[in-house]
Every structure is written in C-alpha cells, then in structure tokens.
C-alpha cells in the first residue's frame, strides 16, 4: 500500500457522490468491477452496491483497500478534494521529465474534454476553461458571442489540456497554437453540433462555434 494512500484520512460519510466517483476512476483505469473487487479483496457484488447506492457508507478499512486497487487516494474518491486544484500532493523523488511526441500530443489532446485557452485582449491575456473537441485535427469549441472566448475570433490563441495524478504525483500537459477562426457555415455549425462530445457545462445558449485550427502542438510529461 503507498504511503498516501496508507496516510489518507477517511471521513465518518462519503462526501459527494462516492459511487459516481468508484465507477468514474474505476473505468479510467481500465478495469472491470470483478477485477477492481479482486484488487480491493472484497466480493464484486459489494462494490456494486457502492458503486449504485448513493447513501452508501463504506468502512474506512474499506475505503482504503478501494483507493490502493484503483491507484487514487481515499480524499479523491470521497469528494474532499472537489474544491482544490489539482497538484496539492508532493512531488515524487524520481521524477523523469519527457516530450510528447507530436503523435502522442494529438491523441492526448483529441481524446476530449475540458481545455483552456488563452486569449489576448485589449487589458491583456484571458485564460479560460471550455468544453472542446477534435473534429478533423481541429480543435473546436462553443461559447456565446461577447463571452471571453469569442473574443478568440481572428486572433491567436493558446490551448491547453492537461491531466494531473495527484495520487502518484505524476500528469501530462499538451499545448496547442493556431488561430482562432468562427464557423459561420450553416452545414458546418450543424455537423459540428451533431458531432460535439458534451454540451457546454457552464449551460445556457452557446451557439457560436468557434474552430482552432493548431500550427504547433508540443506536450510534456512527468513519470514517477
């Protein structure tokens, strides 16, 4: 068992949805539900239950037993670290520092989610969050007109997506350079509607479809 894991305090009561957050990590790290209950030495149907009951309250013992098998902390998969950025834990004592290849940076990056892009404006650089995707090796993205990210359009921008391990203290960060182009073809704006991965989180009407199409893309990332 890693000392983190070892150290981590549970709480008397799963913060948050603890079920939502065992599947979530579970199926990030590609197991099946009998073989993460092998890892945890407790029987498939229990992580069921704690998997699809939000009340459920498991042991400390087990909370545990469950962060070691799917390589996280106890305050990861109960919710007490929602409201903290990510890289609170400390760094490893071996880290090794590589460079994505640019392959490795495009899978990275195409595999979806939220990123951050950087836009000049008229008092200075903005960074914000956006829900993206990859649509023909371009990065494309909705918000509302007059929103920071549709200041995007014509200029150029800064993408960035990254992933950070806090339990291994280990993570990947890819950064993407282009301009910023809106997408006013009709057909266009449909198939990228049709094609999008998520809704915009942050919800209302965000129908301006703004397209990046990257001429760098470069990535890092650091192993234990």
């Known amino acids: 068992m890693s000392e983190r894991t070892r150290t981590g ?9 603890l079920g939502r957050r065992l599947a979530a990590r579970r199926i990030q790290v590609g197991l099946t539900r009998r073989e993460a209950a092998t890892r945890a030495g407790m029987a498939t149907s229990y992580l069921g239950y704690l998997e699809n009951h939000p009340g459920a309250a498991p042991s ?29 834990g400390h760094a490893a004592r071996s880290p090794e520092f590589t460079r994505l290849s640019p392959g490795e940076c495009r899978a990275l990056l195409a595999s979806h989610g939220v990123g951050r892009i950087a836009v000049p404006t008229s008092s200075g650089p903005v960074i914000v969050p956006v ?56 057909q266009e704006q449909r198939r990228l ?32």
Do not use: C
């Open 9 to 17: 305090t549970a709480p008397a009561k799963p913060l948050g949805d």
């Open 60 to 88: 400390t013992g087990a909370l545990m037993r469950l962060a070691e098998a799917l390589e996280t902390t106890v305050t990861e998969l109960s919710g007490g670290a929602v409201e903290l950025p990510s890289g609170t």
């Open 131 to 186: 829900n993206y995707g990859v649509v023909d090796e371009a990065i494309v993205f909705r918000t509302a007109r007059g929103a920071t990210p549709s200041l995007a359009e014509g200029r150029q921008v800064g993408f960035e997506v990254d992933h950070i391990d806090d339990a291994f203290s280990q993570g990947w960060s890819v950064l993407a350079r282009g301009t910023a182009r809106e997408v006013t073809d009709p």
């Open 193 to 224: 509607t049709q094609r999008a991965y998520s809704m915009p989180w942050a919800g209302g009407t965000r129908n301006l479809w703004v397209r990046v199409h990257p001429f760098t893309v470069t990535g890092r990332r650091i192993t234990v």
